[in-house]
């Protein structure tokens, strides 16, 4: 294949490309490949030649149009492999991250959604002027037959691999009336319906959008693309946002057709549900027979969407409805839907001050008594330290009983988590009891805490009452890496690449310092970019961001200085928790937890407002001794 494309690309260009860079593969059996030189192209490899000449042929057809698509510069003889433009790495699923994982989109996302969804009635009106659409593949138009065709995929696809009982008949009724009101909202006049317009399939270079994977497109009702873009299921848009957006479409739909707000959400509201169907289908397709664990990760989003959706109901479809609500109370989506819902308060105390009462009002939960267990307390080298301090957890896992007593409670707390989540109660106290709530208690509270956390990924909030220690453990540990400098004492090295990719020990320095967040426990990292900052972005995309959430704070335009860069990149850094700054060039023997675990628990530490006060450790900077890491 990659010969192929390189062949592609001396014919083209007439050099060969500098390298060539396989890139992350999506939910398609097509094949991604960065071809760097000048210019920059991707190569595509599929196996289908049809899907191919489909891609080929829109492409051309909305290039015409005047449309933001990437162009087709050359095809193999066998029409397999093509060269298009490089659009960046900037999807618009990235750059609304911070939105997605909060529920809350701020300005700047905002503006971009309504850039986008104004974008939709160009696509589907002017992009259908001149369309022939049977170059389209691999349906023509959106039609009886292609509908209970996704139909049907959501039921043996999805449905059946639930175990959901229900009978065939009755369901295929409710599907035939469904069918019936999708052609319905079909209009007079061609639309050309893109089917996948959502936000991973949305390029945005220089700050604008740019459109991909439409191979798939056909005529079709203007509402499908509505619904895909404002439904995807882990876009995660709050019910607010989706009307804002909507008036931003049917704002932008004026030009090439008006229709009333009301009629308009009343025929939407039975396309997403089709919509919801057809993408849960896909889901069980390439999650539970595929097993891609991208799919099966976003069937939840999708199942909180249709529990939405039959809030309202649909009494044109009884029996459908019937199914469906039974098969969203399933014990399997209700623990994740309510995973966000349940919180697990884990304390250890002191029997001497009283067995804590529960604030929740619930009336408390488990009350575990460590004073069986074999104390180091009674030692006097311990008697200073708690469950907290290496020595005392050596002392404690060395002699095991603290391990035995905690496999027993366990049990006991993960089945009751587990009965809470399906249940969809809200609150939960552990409380871990000895003599002088310091060294046992403490212990088996952070090992509960940590364990519950990393199992059920719930929220838990964890209190030492004796050493007053309050903490929650559903944030994510956030670090940012500075590796936007033009690294100038480092030349030559810095000529043609940033210094963050200058390899120490045989890789990257940014690599070193990823993995050693990563070590500590950091899962959500913001790193900066200027000085070559699209081999960066190239770097991070062929490790898959080394199974971590990367934000890129792009400078490329204004390299910014260290208040600069924390400046631009405060967005995301919301809530009160620390987070760490690391440069890239400080490779150190660090403890970076202990680092991170000070600053929380220290009154004088600093979090994203407040300065770091006389705190250092020991770090290397190439090789050398340094006076210390400081803030």
């Keep these: 294949m990659t010969q192929t494309l390189e062949t592609l690309y001396s014919q083209f260009t007439g050099h060969a490309p500098e390298s060539v860079e396989a890139l992350p593969g999506a939910g398609s059996n097509r094949s991604y490949y960065r071809l760097k030189g000048t210019p920059t192209l991707i190569g595509v490899c599929g196996t289908s030649r049809e899907e191919n000449e489909a891609f080929i042929y829109l492409s051309r057809h909305f290039q015409a149009q005047h449309l933001p698509v990437p162009a087709v510069h050359a095809v193999s003889n066998d029409g397999l492999c093509y060269l298009q433009d490089d659009l960046g790495t900037d999807s618009l699923f990235q750059l609304i991250a911070h939105g997605r994982e909060t529920g809350e989109f701020d300005s700047t996302e905002k503006d971009l959604l309504k850039k986008v969804i104004r974008l939709l009635p160009r696509i589907q009106f002017e992009g259908a002027q001149g369309l022939d659409f049977g ?45 019936q009101t999708l052609i319905e909202s079909m209009e007079p006049q061609p639309v050309f319906m893109y089917r996948d317009f959502q936000s991973r399939n949305i390029m945005v270079k220089k700050g604008e959008p740019y459109l991909i994977d439409f191979q798939g497109g056909r005529k079709g009702p203007l509402y499908y693309d509505v619904a895909s873009f404002l439904w995807q299921a882990k876009a995660n848009y709050p019910d607010s946002l989706r ?49 891609k664990a991208h799919f099966i990760e976003s069937i939840p989003f999708a199942i909180e969407n249709l529990r939405q959706l039959l809030q309202e109901g649909f009494p044109e479809y009884p029996y459908l ?21 349940l919180t697990v308060t884990v304390m250890s105390f002191s029997y001497r001050k009283g067995i804590p009462e529960d604030e929740s009002g619930n009336g408390g939960g488990y009350v575990f008594d460590c004073r069986a267990v074999h104390n180091p307390g009674r030692y006097e080298q311990y008697k200073s330290l708690t ?58 509270a952070q090992h509960t805490a940590m364990h519950l956390h990393e199992k059920f990924k719930i929220n838990v909030h964890l209190i030492h009452r004796e050493q007053q220690i309050d903490q929650f453990t559903e944030s994510q540990m956030k670090a940012m890496i500075f590796a936007a400098g033009l690294g100038t004492r480092l030349k030559p090295l ?25 070590e500590a426990g950091f899962t959500e990292l913001v790193i900066n970019i200027h000085h070559f900052g699209e081999q960066i972005i190239d770097f991070l995309k062929a490790n898959q961001n080394f199974g971590l959430t990367i934000h890129i704070s792009d400078e490329r335009d204004m390299l910014l ?37 000070f600053i929380g ?31």
């Design 494 to 518: 810095t000529d043609h690449m940033p210094k963050a990719l200058v390899p120490v020990a045989g890789r990257p320095m940014l690599e070193h310092v990823i993995l050693k967040l990563k």
């Design 387 to 444: 469950g907290l301090d290496a020595p005392v957890i050596e002392f404690l896992e060395k002699d095991g009983e603290i391990t035995e007593f905690l496999r027993h409670t366990d049990a006991l707390v993960d089945a009751h988590v587990q009965r809470f989540l399906e249940r969809g109660f809200s609150h939960l106290m552990i409380c871990f009891g000895c003599t002088g709530g310091q060294h046992r208690s403490v212990y088996s």
């Design 601 to 631: 628990k220290s009154e004088s530490g600093y979090t994203a407002g407040q300065p770091a006060q006389n705190f250092a450790l020991p770090v290397v900077r190439y090789g050398q001794p340094s006076a210390g890491l400081g803030s």
């Design 243 to 291: 009307q804002e957006l909507i008036n931003e479409y049917l704002e932008a739909l004026r030009p090439y057709k008006q229709i009333e707000k009301e009629v308009f959400l009343s025929r939407l509201r039975h396309v997403v549900l089709f919509r919801t169907l057809q993408v849960l289908g896909a889901y069980g397709f390439r999650g539970y027979f595929e097993k």
């Design 321 to 341: 409805c019937e199914v469906l609500q039974r098969m969203t109370e399933l014990k399997q989506f209700a623990a994740v839907r309510n995973r966000r819902n």
């Design 135 to 179: 170059k389209c593949y691999p349906a023509v138009e959106f039609n009886h037959r292609s509908i209970l065709w996704d139909l049907n995929y959501f039921k043996y696809c999805f449905l059946k691999a639930t175990g959901v009982e229900f009978r065939e008949d009755l369901l295929e009724d409710d599907f035939e009336a469904l069918c």
């Design 561 to 597: 200085d260290t208040g600069g860069g924390i400046k631009k990149a405060a967005t995301f850094f919301t809530g009160t928790e620390p987070f760490l700054i690391h440069n890239v060039d400080i490779l150190s023997n660090a403890d970076l937890k202990e680092v991170y675990d």
